[in-house]
């Protein structure tokens, strides 16, 4: 049977404040009854979770985004890559190796896809790469990304203009950094690879040393003690054509991701397209004009699921200033990830936000 979980209203911002100061003592409150307002979207807790049990530190250098190890020297500057999402631009390629993949809506109903690059340089394709608009630069940016898109809406190019972006645009600064394939046809044919990208952003002046935030992670071995089963979960945006969906996997202990009920693949490997982490949030969204650009409100936070080891939490996302979207658990600490790739889906709060989310304990058969 299909559950829908309703997430607790956001309370006001002074209330939201004051009782996460008080709950930065952390408290253990599961989540597995009726969520209460007891967690705040903004500001994020000062002090971080207290830890859970993890094994033996690794001298091996570990990635800030997946908490896996990388090779040894210092990680380039994360990408993010704007991916196509219309039907005619799947399978993508490269999305399987980003570290952070957000999925959030566009006009006329259509996802877009931002990939984080940051972990795997050697990536050979991405894309199609496609347009910007602010939210999106907003949503990359929040890792300290190069932006790296085909064009914009003009709201998008005025803030590249004024504030002097890090970005590199096919159509404008960056267009010897990317090819089109002949197999597809245009607009969905515009792709790019790791090695170019950060060629391109050294010699843009972009690949200087910057702060990248880093999520906290537990052990992968840790078992969660926390929330409900949730072994199959589904995703509706908008369009009732294209519904998302994510199935847990226990041996390789993350979540398959499909697309209308086939399994969503990686053009590049055919590997599967799979995250550890799964958080899907809950953003106002407004109809800007007769084209159907959208604003979406990625900054104030809001009602949140987060889905790892086939279990999910109930709580809140919340973003402090230049940093990216985080998950607060109802005790009003930030939540641990599991090593591995994060996925974040942004749906529209309107009806309701539980109205885009369902989950079912246990996966339906194959």
């Not at 307002?37 to 994020?44: C, H, V």
């Not at 690794?58 to 990408?79: H, I, K, M």
């Not at 950094?177 to 010699?203: C, I, M, Q, T, V």
């Amino acid at each position: 049977m299909m559950i829908n979980r309703n997430a607790s209203r956001l309370l006001t911002g002074l209330m939201l404040a004051s009782m996460l100061l008080s709950a930065c003592g952390g408290g253990n409150t599961a989540p597995e009854a009726a969520p209460t307002p007891a967690a705040s979207a903004s500001p994020l807790p000062s002090a971080l979770p207290e830890a859970s049990p993890t094994k033996a530190p690794s001298a091996r250098q570990v990635s800030g985004l997946t908490g896996l190890p990388v090779e040894e020297g210092s990680l380039p500057r994360p990408l993010a890559v704007m991916i196509n999402n219309a039907p005619a631009a799947r399978p993508q390629s490269g999305i399987s190796e980003a570290d952070v993949l957000y999925e959030v809506l566009a006009e006329g109903g259509i996802t877009r896809l931002i990939g984080i690059f940051q972990s795997h340089t050697g990536v050979v394709k991405i894309g199609p790469i496609r347009s910007i608009r602010p939210y999106l630069l907003d949503l990359g940016e929040s890792f300290g990304g190069v932006t790296v898109h085909a064009g914009g809406s003009p709201a998008a190019y005025a803030i590249l203009q004024r504030q002097k972006k890090a970005d590199m645009d096919e159509i404008g600064n960056a267009g010897a950094y990317f090819w089109r394939d002949k197999e597809r046809k245009a607009p969905h044919n515009l792709y790019s690879n790791a090695a170019k990208l950060l060629e391109g952003a050294d010699k843009l002046g972009y690949s200087a040393s910057i702060g990248v935030p880093s999520y906290v992670f537990t052990d992968p071995d840790y078992l969660p003690t926390e929330g409900a089963p949730a072994a199959e979960l589904s995703i509706h945006f908008l369009l009732q054509s294209y519904t998302v969906g994510y199935k847990y996997d226990t041996e390789r202990r993350s979540y398959a991701r499909s697309v209308n009920g086939k399994a969503h693949l990686d053009l590049n490997n055919n590997n599967p397209v799979e995250a550890a982490n799964i958080l899907v949030i809950g953003a106002d969204h407004k109809v800007l004009d007769d084209v159907g650009r959208l604003q979406i409100d990625v900054e104030l936070g809001g009602e949140a699921m987060l889905f790892q080891r086939g279990t999910v939490l109930t709580g809140k996302w919340a973003r402090k200033p230049d940093d990216m979207i985080r998950f607060v658990k109802t005790d009003g600490t930030e939540a641990l990830m599991y090593p591995g790739i994060t996925h974040v889906l942004i749906v529209p709060n309107s009806p309701s936000f539980s109205s885009h989310v369902e989950y079912t304990a246990a996966p339906s058969p194959n």
